[in-house]
């Protein structure tokens, strides 16, 4: 049938009590948000549709406010949903905590990667990606909440092949696939030429057509038909079924404010000087980035994680050494200096765009040579936990993909939690008042790495950085290999973990540099 133009409340009007919902995005960017609003406002107008599986592969918060999937944080729209990430999805937090929305969570790139499995008709994705992490059956089987451990139906099983462990992620159909494009013509082929990445727009749009189900396209602009290069189309319109035309408010790149609807670096359609990121202030995540950047060496492929590992761009650009290194981001993004904040998933300057499927291929492969990665909570086996803390579930995203996958790990953060007053004065660490809560936890609270899954490999380097203290993971134990000048290692350290690290015979103080005004001069080892 020929692709129909239609507005947005009427692609909700076709959506039926029950379905499986695929909605594509990555937090802000490529987020049809025109139809997830009508979906809402049909919802509370009608009470339909109802009962949907919601599937996403990203996280898709838009603005952490009311976009994106916030739209769905009403009792009865959503029966069960399935996803990776919920970063600033802030109003579904409590219907997926008391229990109101039954919620699995499973390693982005296998999600990613099932889109692909369901169009090709496979019985789903069989990998070791999530092994003896909280998405292993053994551990908490993908379950985020306790509705979640009352289904039948759950995401993920444990198969031996070969004797070998492995998950099984079992595939599933899709009813409606909802994405979004730049342009359409009028055959209803759609491009993405002015979006800052391409994620699995055509994955899902396949995997729904040959489902049996329906594709909804919102775009920026509407042009003839043969306006369109084929190069440039990504999802072509057999596989298309309506196309609705985005508002001026929910069309363009991003949903970030004080930035314009459209930032051309980050499709490349422009460059920005590197001059211009300005640097960042002397304090401790600067201590920590660039920590984590003296482990990199020359013609590194890296991966920068969400929150304070993001700046470690801004530290190489301001060393002068981030073209020494291809960062890239699991969105699809390679090359030029991963965008900071809620923006997070794009980059100025890139060299490329992937798909997201093809990226994680890469990273699954193996093929990341340092990951810097945040980290809310560390125990004593060298688990880290950044999927669910603190009353939230922001969830896995890529980290499982990435840290099983890496050949060095650099988990990153601030050793305590909470308000504190810590300062980098004097070529030293000068800890005011702390912040109040403990990051080194006896056992963390939910398992998104697993330090024994890493020892059973035997091939990874993984370090724990933080501004006064850096850790290893070693068969002998988690172990304290450096401490910053100023911090004593009784009361900053050792007093502040509920556990007591192994103290490595060579103890070391951190590179004094770190704690300096002055660019460091650091020196990138060579491979």
């Given at each position: 049938?020929?692709?129909?133009?239609?507005?947005?409340?009427?692609?909700?009007?076709?959506?039926?009590?029950?379905?499986?919902?695929?909605?594509?995005?990555?937090?802000?960017?490529?987020?049809?948000?025109?139809?997830?609003?009508?979906?809402?406002?049909?919802?509370?107008?009608?009470?339909?549709?109802?009962?949907?599986?919601?599937?996403?592969?990203?996280?898709?918060?838009?603005?952490?406010?009311?976009?994106?999937?916030?739209?769905?944080?009403?009792?009865?729209?959503?029966?069960?949903?399935?996803?990776?990430?919920?970063?600033?999805?802030?109003?579904?937090?409590?219907?997926?905590?008391?229990?109101?929305?039954?919620?699995?969570?499973?390693?982005?790139?296998?999600?990613?990667?099932?889109?692909?499995?369901?169009?090709?008709?496979?019985?789903?994705?069989?990998?070791?990606?999530?092994?003896?992490?909280?998405?292993?059956?053994?551990?908490?089987?993908?379950?985020?909440?306790?509705?979640?451990?009352?289904?039948?139906?759950?995401?993920?099983?444990?198969?031996?092949?070969?004797?070998?462990?492995?998950?099984?992620?079992?595939?599933?159909?899709?009813?409606?696939?909802?994405?979004?494009?730049?342009?359409?013509?009028?055959?209803?082929?759609?491009?993405?030429?002015?979006?800052?990445?391409?994620?699995?727009?055509?994955?899902?749009?396949?995997?729904?057509?040959?489902?049996?189900?329906?594709?909804?396209v919102q775009v920026d602009e509407i042009v003839d038909s043969g306006d369109l290069h084929p190069q440039d189309v990504i999802v072509p319109a057999t596989l298309v079924d309506y196309v609705v035309l985005g508002s001026p408010e929910n069309?363009?790149?991003?949903?970030?404010?004080?930035?314009?609807?459209?930032?051309?670096?980050?499709?490349?359609?422009?460059?920005?000087?590197?001059?211009?990121?300005?640097?960042?202030?002397?304090?401790?995540?600067?201590?920590?980035?660039?920590?984590?950047?003296?482990?990199?060496?020359?013609?590194?492929?890296?991966?920068?994680?969400?929150?304070?590992?993001?700046?470690?761009?801004?530290?190489?650009?301001?060393?002068?050494?981030?073209?020494?290194?291809?960062?890239?981001?699991?969105?699809?993004?390679?090359?030029?200096?991963?965008?900071?904040?809620?923006?997070?998933?794009?980059?100025?300057?890139?060299?490329?765009?992937?798909?997201?499927?093809?990226?994680?291929?890469?990273?699954?492969?193996?093929?990341?040579?340092?990951?810097?990665?945040?980290?809310?909570?560390?125990?004593?086996?060298?688990?880290?936990?950044?999927?669910?803390?603190?009353?939230?579930?922001?969830?896995?995203?890529?980290?499982?993909?990435?840290?099983?996958?890496?050949?060095?790990?650099c988990f990153m953060g601030t050793f305590t939690a909470g308000k504190s007053d810590i300062r980098v004065e004097d070529g030293k660490i000068n800890i005011v008042e702390d912040g109040p809560h403990i990051k080194f936890k006896k056992d963390?609270?939910?398992?998104?790495?697993?330090?024994?899954?890493?020892?059973?490999?035997?091939?990874?380097?993984?370090?724990?950085?933080?501004?006064?203290?850096?850790?290893?993971?070693?068969?002998?134990?988690?172990?304290?290999?450096?401490?910053?000048?100023?911090?004593?290692?009784?009361?900053?350290?050792?007093?502040?973990?509920?556990?007591?690290?192994?103290?490595?015979?060579?103890?070391?103080?951190?590179?004094?540099?770190?704690?300096?005004?002055?660019?460091?001069?650091?020196?990138?080892?060579?491979?």
């Amino acid at each position: 049938m020929p692709v129909k133009f239609i507005n947005a409340k009427e692609a909700a009007s076709l959506i039926k009590d029950g379905s499986t919902v695929g909605v594509d995005a990555f937090i802000s960017f490529c987020l049809a948000d025109d139809i997830l609003g009508e979906i809402e406002d049909r919802f509370v107008r009608e009470g339909h549709p109802r009962d949907l599986n919601v599937v996403n592969v990203a996280g898709i918060g838009g603005d952490g406010k009311d976009r994106g999937i916030n739209h769905f944080a009403h009792r009865g729209l959503i029966r069960r949903l399935l996803c990776a990430n919920l970063s600033l999805a802030n109003k579904m937090y409590p219907l997926i905590m008391d229990g109101s929305i039954p919620c699995f969570m499973i390693p982005q790139g296998v999600l990613s990667h099932m889109m692909r499995a369901i169009a090709s008709g496979k019985p789903g994705i069989i990998t070791q990606v999530g092994m003896k992490t909280f998405v292993d059956p053994r551990v908490d089987g993908a379950c985020i909440n306790r509705t979640a451990v009352e289904c039948e139906d759950k995401p993920v099983e444990l198969l031996s092949i070969k004797g070998k462990d492995h998950l099984f992620y079992p595939a599933f159909p899709i009813d409606v696939a909802i994405i979004k494009g730049t342009m359409a013509d009028r055959k209803g082929n759609i491009s993405l030429e002015k979006e800052a990445m391409h994620l699995e727009q055509l994955e899902m749009a396949t995997a729904a057509r040959n489902s049996g189900g329906i594709v909804m396209v919102q775009v920026d602009e509407i042009v003839d038909s043969g306006d369109l290069h084929p190069q440039d189309v990504i999802v072509p319109a057999t596989l298309v079924d309506y196309v609705v035309l985005g508002s001026p408010e929910n069309t363009g790149q991003h949903f970030i404010e004080g930035l314009p609807p459209v930032v051309h670096s980050w499709c490349g359609d422009e460059k920005i000087q590197l001059e211009e990121i300005k640097p960042l202030e002397l304090d401790p995540v600067k201590v920590i980035c660039r920590r984590g950047a003296m482990e990199f060496s020359n013609n590194a492929f890296i991966n920068l994680g969400i929150g304070v590992p993001m700046n470690v761009s801004n530290v190489l650009n301001e060393e002068g050494l981030i073209k020494n290194v291809s960062a890239s981001i699991e969105s699809g993004v390679m090359g030029g200096v991963p965008a900071p904040g809620i923006a997070t998933g794009a980059a100025y300057n890139p060299d490329a765009i992937l798909k997201q499927p093809d990226m994680f291929d890469f990273y699954d492969g193996g093929g990341i040579d340092y990951a810097c990665l945040g980290a809310a909570e560390m125990d004593a086996h060298g688990n880290v936990n950044v999927s669910r803390f603190a009353g939230k579930v922001p969830g896995p995203g890529g980290f499982i993909n990435i840290t099983q996958g890496a050949k060095n790990v650099c988990f990153m953060g601030t050793f305590t939690a909470g308000k504190s007053d810590i300062r980098v004065e004097d070529g030293k660490i000068n800890i005011v008042e702390d912040g109040p809560h403990i990051k080194f936890k006896k056992d963390v609270a939910h398992i998104t790495f697993s330090g024994e899954n890493s020892l059973d490999k035997g091939r990874q380097n993984i370090l724990y950085i933080t501004e006064r203290a850096v850790f290893n993971l070693r068969p002998e134990g988690f172990t304290l290999i450096e401490i910053a000048p100023g911090a004593d290692l009784q009361k900053d350290i050792l007093d502040k973990m509920e556990f007591t690290p192994v103290i490595a015979d060579d103890l070391k103080l951190m590179d004094e540099r770190l704690f300096k005004p002055e660019v460091m001069g650091i020196k990138l080892k060579n491979r």
